[in-house]
Nanobody, 115 residues
Framework: VQLQASGGGLVQAGGSLRLSCAAS?????????IGWFRQAPGKEREGVSC??????YYSTSAKGRFTLSRDNAKRTAYLQMNNLKPEDTAVYYC??????????WGQGTLVTVSS
């Protein structure tokens, strides 16, 4: 089971980015749990959005600005991030869970939002 996030970059505050999460090594169907997480410098990793049991959840900071979507045929999930703020600066990761222990975080993708 492997998920790899990509699509990060440098963007000005108020801008948008779409992150991708490519899956390999397992069946990627409608039931697949997908979570997006981020870790800012000096902070703990936190959940941003998650799809599970037909429902998509968002953190308070992400609600209204971020949208999780997926294309099962491409085995890819996405995180559309709009109206980005400097506090969104972090390394973003995806994982096949919403919470709990996970040992295969990968390198993630860096999002930097300038003010």
């Amino acid at each position: 089971v492997q998920l790899q996030a990509s699509g990060g970059g440098l963007v000005q505050a108020g801008g948008s980015l779409r992150l991708s999460c490519a899956a390999s090594g397992f069946t990627f169907d409608d039931d697949q749990v997908i979570g997006w997480f981020r870790q800012a410098p000096g902070k703990e990793r936190e959940g941003v959005s998650c799809f599970s049991d037909g429902t998509t959840y968002y953190s308070t900071s992400a609600k209204g600005r971020f949208t999780l979507s997926r294309d099962n045929a491409k085995r890819t999930a996405y995180l559309q991030m709009n109206n980005l703020k400097p506090e969104d600066t972090a390394v973003y990761y995806c994982a096949p869970l919403c919470a709990g222990k996970y040992d295969h975080w990968g390198q993630g993708t860096l999002v930097t939002v300038s003010s």
